[in-house]
């Protein structure tokens, strides 16, 4: 069965240390999606990706990056992580088609600390 | 700027009860409008997807109505169990892809 995953599924890390969030999907969908949840924020978009080699920043992308060199991945990468970065990664999948059936669907998240 | 908005935050029910959990959004130019459930530690799950042109969708003891002139969406469920008690969150898609979420509706279904 398609799936998406995330890895790792914890993290505790330091302050200031680079950090990268693995993200692999088999629903060969083009659209790829990365968010973080916070306790009284929701679902927040960080980065997005519409295919190979594209990447778009969402609404809270700054110390975040994103790289897309094929389909099935998209890590996102904590250039110098900070405490405010404490949160559940949620990354997530959709296939273009017909706009009205672009359902997305979410991996099982990864749950970093920063310390 | 789309806003989406879920109302109550947090609802408790007895079992069997039939419930609605609201959804408001502020910009009626959507392509569809996602359900999804979420567990405790756990990613989300697509419930229900009801695209612009569709009034509702239904899959089991779920139905998902969507009025996009007023700006609202509505999930039903019918004879609710311990099980269904989870987060409900909703979902607008603006055309772009991306989604914009509401912050949820926490259920517990008492036994």
């Known amino acids: 069965d398609a799936e998406i995953t995330q890895s790792p599924r914890h993290k505790i890390t330091e302050t200031g240390r680079q950090v990268t969030l693995a993200c692999h999907q088999t629903?060969?969908?083009?659209?790829m999606f990365w968010y973080r949840q916070d306790l009284g924020h929701g679902l927040r978009l960080i980065h997005y990706?519409?295919?190979?080699?594209?990447?778009n920043k969402g609404e809270v992308s700054d110390g975040y990056s994103v790289s897309r060199s094929n389909t099935e991945d998209l890590p996102l990468t904590l250039e110098s992580a900070a405490s405010s970065q404490t949160s559940v990664y949620f990354c997530?999948?959709?296939?273009?088609?017909?706009?009205?059936?672009?359902?997305?669907?979410f991996g099982p998240g990864t749950r970093l600390t920063v310390l | 700027k789309q806003e989406v908005t879920q109302i109550p935050a947090a609802l408790s029910v007895p079992e069997g009860e039939n419930l609605v959990l609201n959804c408001s959004f502020t910009?009626?130019?959507?392509?569809?409008l996602q359900w999804f459930r979420q567990d405790p530690g756990k990613g989300l799950t697509s419930l229900l997807l009801?695209?612009?042109?569709?009034r509702e969708q239904t899959s089991g003891r779920l139905n998902a109505s969507l009025d996009k002139s007023s700006g609202r969406s509505t999930l039903y469920i019918a004879a609710s169990q311990p099980g269904d008690s989870a987060t409900y969150l909703c979902?607008?898609?603006?055309?772009?892809?991306?989604?914009?979420f509401g912050k949820g509706t926490k259920l517990t279904v008492n036994p």
């Open positions: 979902a607008a898609s603006t055309g772009s892809e991306k989604l914009v």
């Open positions: 997530a999948s959709s296939y273009t088609r017909d706009r009205g059936l672009n359902e997305q669907f």
């Open positions: 990706s519409y295919g190979v080699q594209d990447t």
């Open positions: 629903w060969n969908h083009n659209n």
């Open positions: 910009d009626s130019a959507i392509y569809n």
């Open positions: 009801i695209q612009s042109s569709q």
